[in-house]
């Protein structure tokens, strides 16, 4: 299991331009810069001045039968605010290239 953190500031500034923005309703349909995404949930309000903390597992790797050269990934992302309370689970699925066979 491949598990990968990150801390990012949530700036008001850059906020309007970011895929994650905002989402007052909390709804759970989108898609995420153009990339499908199976659950999304807003539990928590994100603030400007929020500090976020991503953990990101990969849940599994298919490779693609229509076009062998690429597969999906799909990721379980937990966004987390300052005070760990957790903002923003999400499962977003990739589409990869693969690595050539040796």
């Given amino acids: 299991?491949?598990?990968l953190q990150k801390q990012?500031?949530?700036?008001?500034n850059r906020a309007s331009a970011h895929?994650?923005?905002?989402h007052h309703?909390?709804?759970?349909?989108?898609?995420?810069?153009?990339?499908?995404?199976?659950?999304l949930r807003w539990p928590?309000?994100?603030s400007p001045g929020d500090i976020l903390k991503a953990k990101t597992?990969?849940?599994?790797?298919?490779?693609s039968q229509s076009r062998p050269a690429y597969g999906v990934v799909r990721l379980k992302v937990t966004a987390s605010n300052q005070l760990g309370q957790i903002?923003?689970?999400?499962?977003?699925?990739l589409w990869v290239p693969r690595r050539p066979e040796r």
């Fill in 87 to 93: 903002v923003c689970p999400m499962i977003p699925m």
């Fill in 57 to 63: 597992e990969v849940l599994s790797i298919t490779p």
């Fill in 44 to 46: 928590k309000p994100v």
């Fill in 1 to 3: 299991m491949a598990v």
């Fill in 25 to 39: 309703e909390r709804q759970a349909s989108c898609t995420l810069d153009a990339r499908p995404v199976d659950e």
């Fill in 8 to 12: 990012f500031p949530f700036s008001p």
């Fill in 19 to 22: 895929p994650i923005r905002r």
